[in-house]
């Protein structure tokens, strides 16, 4: 059994509490069984845009990838001819991750 947060039922929970109007804009995304690191970032970007700098800045810092979501980051890279800086522009990264995540896989 993994040991991360039911997504799914915050998310559910937080659309209800908040944005109960926003519901059905979100219904695809609700829709899968496991999150993904982007699928999370994705929801984030829709349901709280026009949020405040501060708190965006806060979040970059505090945010945690997975294996799996590096390696799609980074193949991300490759389909899309992106050198570093483009992708870490993109993905809102710092290009020191970027050059650590391809030396490391």
Do not use: C
């Not at 496991?34 to 829709?46: G, R």
């Amino acid at each position: 059994m993994k040991n991360t947060p039911d997504y799914k039922k915050i998310y559910d929970d937080m659309l209800i509490i908040k944005h109960p109007e926003r519901k059905e804009e979100f219904q695809q995304l609700l829709s899968k069984s496991d999150f993904s690191a982007l699928d999370i970032i994705e929801i984030n970007k829709v349901l709280f845009s026009g949020g405040f700098e501060e708190s965006a800045r806060f979040n970059q810092r505090h945010r945690s990838y997975d294996p799996s979501t590096i390696i799609h980051i980074l193949e991300y890279q490759k389909k899309n001819k992106l050198n570093n800086s483009q992708l870490a522009k993109h993905f809102k990264l710092s290009r020191n991750t970027v050059t650590k995540w391809k030396s490391h896989f």
